[in-house]
C-alpha cells in the first residue's frame, strides 16, 4: 500500500529571495496565481488542464481558501486542499497531489506558496498584536499556549530550538565546530547558486562561532534568514503525455507524523516526529539510505538539519556531529546537503521556505543545476518541518 510512482513533478517556479522587497506589494492570491502561471509554463501544461490544486492559508481569507483560490484562477476542480503544516506544507502538498491522482480523482495539480509582502490595511486603526509579531502561534483565547507558555515568555521559535539544542548538549554532548560546519558547508552551496540570498559570501567555522549568540547555544549564523519570495510546483500523471517539457520527477514515497503543538509538551525533545515520517517514505519507494543521491532537510537552524540527519537514519542516534565531520557535505562532496544553500544561506521565504528544498530537489533530478550540480543525481530525500519540529514530513524522489 502507497504510492505506486504513477504522479511527478512536471513544472516548478522560484521567485528569487530578496532580504528587501522592493518590487509591488499585491495580494496573496494574486502572488499565487503568478506562481501557478510560472510553474505551468515550466511544465508546458495548460491551465485548463489544471483539475485540482493544494494551497496553504492565505491572508485575504481565513475560510474557504482552496474555493478563494480555485475562483481567483478561474479553475474548476476535482480536488481542492487547504494544507496547514507549517513549514511542513510542501512536502505535505506534493504527496497529497500525488495521492489524489493516483486515487483517479485528477490529472493536474497545482501547489504554490506565495511570500512577498502584501499590501498594507487600509482600514485606520487596526489593532497590533504584538503576539503575533514576536512569533506566538495559537495565541487565541483557551488555546493551552496562550495560558501556559505565551504569559511566561515562550514566544517564537528560537526558544523552542534552543531547548532542544540544549537538550542535545546534555544528552549526547555538543561539538560547536560541527554545528557551525553545517552552516559552512550550506554556505558553500549557497555560493554556486546565484539567486541564493547569501551567494558570493563564503564563511568559515570561526564566522559562525563568532556571530552574536541569539539563543544559547544557537549564533546567528546558525538561525535561517528571513526573505520575501515564494515557490509553486506542478504535480501531475506521469502518463498524461509522452514527451514532458522536462525530465519528470517521479514521487516515489512519502511520510507524515505529528506529535505535538510545541516542545514542552514533546514526550521527548530529541525524539522528533521525521523519524516515523522518513520510515515510511523510504519503505514505500524500497529505497535504502545508502541508495539517496542528494538530501534536501529542513534546516530552519543547524539543530534542525543536525536532528533530521539523525532520526531519518542516515546516522545513529547520538553520531550526528560525528557523520558531519566525517563528511563533505557540500554539492560536490561525499554526501549533497541542502545545495541550493538550504534555507541558511539561500533564505527562509516564510512558509515557502519548505518548498525551496523540493524544488531544489527538482533540479538536480533535472540535471538542471549547473555549477551545483550533483553528479549522476537520480533519488532524492527531501524533508519538512513544522512548528517546532512538531510536525514533519517526508518525501522520496526518483529521476522518471
Known sequence: MGLKGEAAIMGVADWKPERKFSGRRAPMVEQWAELAREALADAEIDAAEVDGLVTPMITEARGFVPATVAEYLGLEVNFAEKVDLGGANAVGMVWRAAAAIELGLCNVVLCAIPARPIPHDPRPGQPFDDRIIYGASSNSHGSPQAEFEIPYGHLAQNAGYSMIAQRYRAVHGYDERAMAKIAVDQRTNACAHPDAVFHGQPITEDDVLASRMIADPLHLLEIVMPVAGGHALVVARRDRTTSPAHRPVVIAGCGERLTVKSPPNARDLLETPVGVASELAFSMAGVSRDEIDLACVYDCYTITALLTLEDAGFCKKGQGLAFVRDHDLTFSGDFPLNTHGGQLSYGQAGGAGGMSQVNEAVHQLRHEAG??????????????????????????????
Open 371 to 400: 555549477d551545483r550540480q550533483v553528479a549522476n543525481c537520480e533519488t532524492a530525500f527531501v524533508s519538512g518541518t513544522g512548528g517546532v519540529m512538531s510536525e514533519q514530513s517526508a518525501l522520496i524522489l526518483r529521476g522518471g
